[in-house]
């Protein structure tokens, strides 16, 4: 893309200029760590391009596009131009601009058009010409730590491999565990689980094992409807009740509110990052959930956080002095302002960023989302300890979003230092820039 895309100002096209070759630390994302340890090279754009790209789906089925073209058999190339037909028509908004910018960096050119009528066969010949496998994309990104999402019962080893490479723990199978995990739990840690002690003794030994590879981030989703439940005392007869298959609906949610707490506190001693996104409403198409399975891009935002769990759930955990770095996402854009004034009042002694706001996820990762959360964390919070962009996505194109993340930013503080908003010199904003696109992340 043109350096002057998205930006606007001199300050903002020269502060682009000196950050947009860093190197790029993607601490959540959904990439398939089987692909990546497989490494099979890309002979079809469509499945390196739609295929593992649901927002694009979603966006398709919008557009009136017939199921067989999105998730169907239609052939790959059908598929591929119903993408092109589509795009066009979703001007001004994210996937527009990704899907431009996908492109152009995998043929490293700007000539093209989504109208080409040879598009998909000079997409496939230049794969096919250039080898285009999942870790050579990262090399080209200059991806320098990669954090797909594992579960943990998942096979990790292939991750000492790779230096640049560690899992990014999805939590939400260890707070609300079924007997399949637990049993796999008990397989891999060789810990004999028949009660909550026991469960909490293997899941600290298999989080030792994710920290030796170089996990250093976690990741729960507390979706609309979170509820948090002081304990109270009666933890371990739900878990054994849950082990003999007799636990009741709500004594799960007490259960989890339990979990969660020693979790933080376990993440705290290891030192690990926990990732809170909050506020997804994923159950709503019965029907496309059935066609498109449970990630198909049919999700949607849910009700604002009930904020009196969140408060209560920090609490419990920052009694104890064992709060972990918290990176707090919101997806209802009206819960911005009420979460990043909470990340500050559990502030530890000497402690910087102990709790902050991640950047703009899932339906509000665009421009205008971007922009809002700029605004909004430099208002209410410390705007040098955000920890800047990660993808979140399922797709080896999606790094592009770091270079869209890059420019949005440049544009909005080169605004303000036009405005006379911000005062320190180019230098020092230089210094801020690359804090919050690369620093921060590999601090934390
Ligand atoms: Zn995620």
């Not at 707090?328 to 909470?342: C, E, G, R, Y």
């Amino acid at each position: 893309m043109k350096d002057s895309f998205l930006i606007n100002n001199s300050y903002g096209k020269s502060l682009y200029s000196k950050i947009k070759d860093l190197s790029i630390i993607d601490y959540h994302n959904h990439l398939s760590l089987e692909a990546l340890k497989k490494n099979t090279a890309f002979t079809d754009i469509y499945d390196l391009w739609i295929a593992p790209d649901p927002y694009k789906h979603r966006a398709m089925r919008m557009c009136g596009v017939e199921e067989k073209y999105i998730t169907g058999n239609a052939d790959c190339r059908d598929k591929f131009l119903k993408w092109c037909e589509t795009l066009p028509k979703l001007v001004g908004g994210p996937l527009y601009h990704w899907s431009r910018m996908e492109i152009e960096f995998l043929l490293g050119s700007e000539d093209f058009s989504w109208n080409d009528d040879d598009l998909y066969e000079r997409l496939n010949t230049h794969l096919q010409k250039n080898n285009v496998t999942p870790r050579s994309l990262l090399n080209k990104f200059n991806v320098q730590f990669n954090c797909p999402c594992a579960s943990l019962i998942d096979d990790i080893s292939f991750c000492t491999e790779n230096p640049s490479l560690a899992p990014s723990l999805r939590g939400d199978d260890i707070v609300c565990p079924s007997l399949d995990f637990i049993n796999k739990l008990e397989r891999i840690t060789n810990i004999k689980i028949s009660d909550l002690a026991s469960f909490e003794k293997a899941v600290q030994a298999r989080l030792n094992d994710f920290y030796k590879i170089g996990c250093r981030f976690t990741d729960h989703a507390l979706d609309n409807g979170f509820t948090y439940f002081e304990d109270d005392g009666l933890n371990n007869t739900r878990f054994i009740n849950l082990l003999s298959g007799k636990i009741i609906h709500n004594d799960m949610e007490r259960l989890s509110s339990h979990i969660l707490v020693k979790l933080a506190e376990n993440y705290s001693r290891v030192g690990f990052v926990m990732q809170l996104h909050i506020g997804a409403q994923r159950a709503t198409s019965t029907r496309l959930r059935d066609v498109a399975g449970k990630a198909g891009g049919y999700a949607a935002i849910g009700n604002s956080v009930d904020i009196n769990s969140l408060t209560k759930f920090l609490d419990d955990v920052d009694l104890s002095y064992k709060l972990p770095k918290i990176v707090l996402f919101t997806l209802n854009p009206s819960d911005n302002a009420m979460i990043s004034v909470l990340a500050g009042s559990y502030s530890q002694d000497g402690v910087k960023g102990l709790i902050t706001q991640g950047p703009a996820w899932w339906w509000c990762d665009h421009k205008q989302g971007i922009e809002n959360m700029l605004e909004n964390w430099s208002s209410f919070g410390v705007f040098s300890n955000f920890i800047g962009m990660t993808t979140d996505s399922r797709s080896f194109l999606s790094f592009v979003r770091h270079d869209y993340f890059r420019r949005i930013l440049c544009n909005w503080l080169g605004e303000k230092k036009e405005k006379g908003e911000i005062f320190e010199n180019e230098k020092e904003l230089y210094l801020i820039a690359e804090k919050i696109c690369y620093i921060n992340a590999k601090e934390i």
